[in-house]
């Protein structure tokens, strides 16, 4: 079924490019990078074929992602940083998200945000996301865009250049790279129960410490 979906993607996303060019891969990768799972995967191979065929160059292909990784990034950003912050103080608590867990990721973004976002550009799944997160913690605007465009262009470049040497077989890509990508989801998957055993613990041990300080029922 997931195969059957990534092929009928594939067609459409390399129509598109085929007609639209530079554009449509900047807008692509835009999309990408706005927490809509996109895959770069198929957009930046089939740039590369293109650059094989003689259409594209390989530093227009890459910049044109770069570019459109950027664009989406910021609007992201910016969501996260106006909407985002209210919604996760006022519903936070229904995800296990206390205020506390929002000063520590402030925290995060403060001390290790260029790092963080400079590396999760080169990372499947993460570099969808990270936008938001980094808004909402209100990482500073400026060194967020430099290393959100300079994190995106090995990325883009790389993915431009497996295209380009694989040349019809362009596609065969994403079976290695889906490989990856579930290794990445396993450590998500392990993060986020992580975190749910760290918070729900001493929810659970008040819960029964309460319930002990009840004397036992008469028979």
Known sequence: MITKILEVLAGWVTSAIS???YPIVCLFMAIESACIPLPSEIIMPFAGFLVHEGRFSIWGATLAGAFGNLIGSVATYWIG???????????GKYILFSERDLNNA???FARFGNAAVFISRMLPIVRTFISLPAGISRMKFWPFAIYSFIGAIPWCWLLTYIG????????TIGQ???????????LILLGIAWYLHHHLKPILARRKETQGNFPPRNL
Do not use: E, T
């Open 19 to 21: 007609a639209g060019g």
């Open 106 to 108: 402030d925290r995060f």
């Open 176 to 186: 290695y790279l889906h490989k990856f990508d579930y290794a990445v989801a396993v």
């Open 81 to 91: 940083y106006h909407g985002g912050r209210p919604a996760v103080i006022r519903w």
């Open 164 to 171: 380009v040497k694989l040349g019809q077989n362009w596609n």
